[in-house]
């Protein structure tokens, strides 16, 4: 499909226009951490129904990327572009002033989960059609960048309107660029084409119900208990705790299911040569597939670590959400610096494999640092050097393992490859917040009840621990600064002197079981990198 003939002018304004879309998306994205508090307390939800939001927002994301392509093949990415943003507009504004979880879940996971698939994978294809060879290079890095930066403004302003105003003015700060987006993107195919591609409907299901049905029990597991059931739950006054056990190992269960469902069925496909989900020419590539679950992991650890923060901070350091998004601040600085200065050494002949192993070895390396920092008495500034570190070492895996997985397809190939690689990478996204988060709140939480226990010396009925334990993990992720004081004040006297040690020794424990945890998948995606391309910057820009 080619382009129609542009002017140097008008490439410059749509590639500007196209980072600018990735900004927003991301902006979208970065939000919600930020605003978490009081979207859940206004909403009278929790925040495992908001990861959830975000899973959900992710699979849509993924599910809809095949559609997405095959619309853009007979209307033409122009036209599927802009309903994109149009549709993104709707889906913004409704999940703005939503009344409840339920029409904000439609509204932010579902109506922008769809209008983000082609504002996603569209401006990764575009920039593979309009530049050649270094002004490609750094073409992709201008669109991580963007997506890196947007994910910081979002949080800081996210953090900082929630703040002093409310959740509900934060998402309508991204529509400002929509006109500015669609003045300035011009690029498109010069004809539509007729060509209609058949779309594989059953494998979209399976793999939809699949991921869901796992991520969406992963997410739900610190609410509603990963064996024994938290809550009981009805659905048109039917229960859901089957047999007496939580409903998210069914969910789990289901999903592992429906993938295995999906993978026969995509054999069957190709068996058959009819027209399957995913390329069975990428996913043999071993390159791509390596690439593509490296990448994968790494997105999970790090969006894993980014959540994780915003819940150890604030309890911790006693900070609002504005001045927790301006704590971890240096390590988005850091990855922005180091994109940046990449772009100077495009033309050095290194492998791009070992640019991602330094990230992978400086990241590793940066997680000690954090582990050892959190302490007793920790401080914003004591947290510096480590989120430094993690910062450079993100910056430089983030640089190359787009382009290092893309460079096992052809140019034919590159709208599929980005509708399979971009829409993963939310999945872990997705996958990180729910598992580490999960993990840490969970921890803490049991820690907390405890410690106070032991500190009373006496025997507590194991369902009277039980409903504390699960109470105070909803009043971690929803009350104010102020909520929890007054909940720790209510906390029996003779514990009032040792709660304070009590807290932070649960909040430190919590953090350094998910850093051990990162630092062993970490470990595991540098043994997997070797089965990255060794090829130079340069000799993998010729052969493309």
């Known amino acids: 499909m080619s382009l129609a003939p542009q002017s140097a002018t008008a490439k410059r304004n749509s590639a500007i226009g196209l980072c600018l879309t990735?900004?927003?998306v991301s902006f979208h994205i970065g939000v919600v951490p930020a605003i978490m508090p009081p979207l859940v307390r206004s909403l009278d939800s929790s925040v495992g129904y908001v990861q959830s939001a975000l899973v959900l927002l992710s699979l849509v994301t993924a599910s809809f990327a095949p559609t997405s392509e095959n619309l853009s093949r007979r209307l033409g990415r122009q036209a599927i572009f802009r309903g994109g943003l149009a549709l993104f507009a709707i889906g913004t504004?409704?999940?703005?002033?939503?009344?409840?979880?339920?029409?904000?879940?439609?509204?932010?996971?579902?109506?922008?989960?769809?209008?983000a698939t082609p504002l996603v994978s569209i401006p990764w294809a575009l920039m593979d059609k309009l530049y050649d060879d270094k002004a490609e290079k750094i073409a992709f890095l201008a669109l991580t960048l963007s997506m890196v930066v947007g994910g910081l403004i979002g949080s800081l302003a996210g953090g900082l309107i929630a703040f002093r105003y409310s959740w509900r003015l934060a998402f309508p700060l991204e529509l400002c660029l929509i006109p500015l987006i669609l003045y300035l993107v011009k690029i498109a195919p010069s004809e539509p084409s007729s060509e209609a591609t058949p779309i594989d409907w059953v494998g979209g299901c399976f793999s939809f119900m699949g991921l869901g049905s796992t991520l969406l029990g992963v997410s739900l597991a610190g609410e509603l208990g990963w064996w024994t059931p938290k809550k009981e739950l009805f659905f048109l006054?039917?229960?859901?705790?089957?047999?007496?056990?939580?409903?998210?190992?069914i969910l789990i269960a289901a999903g592992v299911v429906c993938l295995g469902l999906f993978g026969f069925w995509q054999r069957q496909q190709a068996r058959a040569g009819r027209r399957s989900l995913v390329s069975a020419g990428l996913l043999n590539r071993r390159a791509f597939v390596a690439g593509l679950i490296v990448a994968t992991l790494h997105s999970a650890l790090i969006t894993g670590l980014s959540f994780n923060l915003f819940q150890f901070v604030p309890p911790v350091l006693g900070l609002n959400s504005f001045q927790t998004a301006l704590t971890v601040l240096p390590y988005n600085l850091a990855m922005v610096v180091v994109l940046i200065a990449l772009v100077k050494f495009i033309n050095l002949q290194v492998p791009p494999r070992r640019i991602v192993q330094a990230g992978l070895l400086i990241e590793i390396?940066?997680?000690f640092i954090l582990a050892s920092s959190i302490q007793e008495g920790v401080s914003r500034l004591g947290l510096l050097p480590a989120l430094i570190v993690l910062g450079v070492g993100s910056g430089l895996f983030t640089s190359q393992i787009g382009p290092i997985t893309y460079a096992a397809a052809s140019r034919r190939e590159k709208p599929e490859a980005t509708g399979i690689f971009n829409p993963l990478q939310k999945v872990g996204q997705a996958l990180g917040r729910g598992i580490l988060g999960t993990i840490l709140i969970a921890i803490a939480s049991t820690k907390i009840v405890d410690g106070t226990i032991a500190e009373l010396g006496r025997d507590v009925d194991?369902?009277?621990?039980s409903a504390a334990i699960s109470y105070l993990q909803q009043a971690i992720q929803t009350f104010t600064k102020a909520e929890m004081q007054d909940l720790f004040a209510q906390f029996p006297t003779a514990v009032q002197p040792s709660l304070d040690s009590i807290i932070n020794e649960a909040a430190i424990a919590g953090m350094r079981m998910t850093l051990l945890l990162i630092v062993t998948v970490n470990i595991i995606c540098l043994m997997l990198t070797i089965r990255l391309p060794r090829k130079s910057l340069k000799r993998q820009l010729r052969s493309r």
């Open 365 to 367: 390396m940066g997680i």
């Open 93 to 115: 504004v409704l999940a703005s002033v939503s009344p409840a979880m339920g029409s904000f879940v439609v509204s932010y996971a579902l109506i922008t989960g769809v209008a």
């Open 462 to 465: 194991p369902e009277f621990r």
């Open 237 to 249: 006054n039917l229960p859901l705790a089957p047999f007496g056990i939580s409903i998210v190992p």
């Open 22 to 24: 990735l900004f927003m």
